[in-house]
């Protein structure tokens, strides 16, 4: 209804508005309706959120443009209609660029306010998602000291470190820093959104160090590392349910097996692997490990909504996950 109520009426004393006239109204009616919805559902998201300022500045400018000249489709019929208003003394239509005053106010008074409700709601959105990972996260650092740093897992690392000292083993101080290190890593460093992937990775090997303490020589553990780290950042705890669930499943004391976790650095993504057979009596994994591996999803479609692509499945006795984010 903006055009209807800011274009003003006939100013030679007629009442009526011409045929002509009410369709160029309802023409910029459904443009500016169009121009609306196509500024917050398509250009604010494709555009401006991503910062791509020019190209913004540049598609409102053409919406303009376009808008300005839609009167030029009835420039014959209004000129045929009331030549002497629309015709010079030559009989050329002397129709201008836009023959309203206060048009081009009505289209950025649309652009004003579709812009600022987008942006309002983009605001209250990351306001509400922010709230939600910083719940997540709590809740994540909770289940993870619950289901991971727990009495039973204490208790089989200081049995193991104790069976260390016992035999005066050279490995005693080493495991009791490693256990240290995951101590502090899960109390103090996961207080941060992102970490660097350093430390993350840092706490990965101190971890599987600390599970290959009860090991014996029929379980093998490949841990690897590839591209550069340095400068990256990730969101803390956020490999270590799959690292956990791999040892839960994956080790046996009589048969040979192995456990392979790869973390691979590129260009565009961080990628997580890992793989194991799955020697366990309880196969339902999802169910023993739930709460870790049901965090995890929960973060990640929080924290990388449409950045992140996650496999898990089971491949003739192995139980492989592959985790790719990207940058």
């Known amino acids: 209804m903006l055009p209807i109520v800011f274009f003003p009426r006939q ?12 369709w160029m109204f309802i023409t910029l009616d459904v443009y500016l309706v169009i121009f609306y919805y196509l500024n917050t559902q398509v250009m604010i998201p494709g555009l401006l959120v991503r910062k791509r300022w ?98 039973h897992f204490l208790f089989n690392t200081l049995n193991n470190i104790y069976s260390l000292a016992v035999v005066k083993s050279d490995h005693t101080a080493g495991a009791v820093m490693k256990l240290s290190n995951i101590m502090r890593y899960v109390l103090s460093d996961t207080k941060q959104h992102l970490v660097p992937l350093e430390k993350e990775i840092k706490f990965i090997q101190d971890f599987i160090d600390l599970q290959s303490v009860r090991l014996t020589d029929k379980m093998k553990i490949h841990f690897s590392v590839t591209g550069p780290v340095e400068g990256e950042l990730i969101a803390p705890l956020i490999f270590i349910p799959f690292v956990e669930n791999a040892f839960k499943f994956g080790i046996s004391a009589k048969k040979d097996s192995e456990i392979i ?20 009596v309880e196969t339902d994994t999802e169910r023993n490990n739930g709460i870790g591996l049901k965090n995890t999803k929960r973060r990640l479609e929080i924290l990388f909504p449409q950045n992140h692509h996650l496999s898990i499945k089971k491949v003739d006795g192995h139980f492989i996950v592959e985790l790719k984010i990207s940058k």
Do not use: H
């Open 54 to 151: 020019w190209w913004y500045a540049l598609a409102i400018a053409v919406c303009l443009v376009l808008f300005i000249l839609i009167p030029r489709l009835f420039e014959e019929a209004l000129a045929a209609e009331n030549p002497q208003r629309y015709r010079n003394r030559s009989g050329r239509s002397r129709y201008r660029l836009y023959p309203f005053t206060g048009g081009t106010a009505v289209f950025f008074l649309v652009f004003t306010v579709s812009t600022s409700v987008k942006l309002i709601q983009q605001w209250l959105s990351a306001e509400e998602r922010q709230k939600i990972i910083e719940t997540e996260k709590l809740n994540t650092e909770l289940s993870f000291l619950k289901s991971q740093i727990n009495p």
């Open 261 to 280: 976790i790869k973390i691979t650095v590129t260009e565009g993504e961080i990628q997580f692997y890992s793989d194991n057979r799955m020697l366990s």
């Open 11 to 22: 100013r030679d004393g007629q009442s009526a508005i011409s045929q002509t006239m009410i």
